[in-house]
Nanobody, 115 residues
Framework: QVRLVESGGGLVQAGGSLRLSCAAS????????MGWYRRVPGNQRDMVAT???????DYGDSVKGRFTISRDNAKNTVYLQMNNLKPEDTAVYYC?????????WGQGTQVTVSS
């Protein structure tokens, strides 16, 4: 059973920072890719930041220069450092892991940025 558990969401003022964590139930080195997505109600789930094959990173255009994805292999945890948050970053943030062609998702964590 693969489980991904997010934490670290909350309410923050515009310009502030948050760090999200995603703890996996197995070694994150076994995943083909891991990353963060977000969804605003009524919209599709959009990619925020991912580790792609070979350990390279990819970011959504709206977060480049503000968000940073990182990982701690020993803790089986992926992080998302979010700086200079904007009200439009308000969404539910999901951790994703791709393993043997299957997508696994966490339960999501709410991030709300007030203006």
């Amino acid at each position: 059973q693969v489980r991904l558990v997010e934490s670290g969401g909350g309410l923050v003022q515009a310009g502030g920072s948050l760090r999200l964590s995603c703890a996996a139930s197995r070694s994150i080195l076994t995943f083909e890719s891991m990353g963060w997505y977000r969804r605003v109600p009524g919209n599709q789930r959009d990619m925020v930041a991912t580790f792609t094959g070979g350990g390279s990173t990819d970011y959504g255009d709206s977060v480049k220069g503000r968000f940073t994805i990182s990982r701690d292999n020993a803790k089986n945890t992926v992080y998302l450092q979010m700086n200079n948050l904007k009200p439009e970053d308000t969404a539910v943030y999901y951790c994703n892991g791709k393993l043997y062609g299957n997508d696994y998702w966490g339960q999501g964590t709410q991030v709300t940025v007030s203006s």
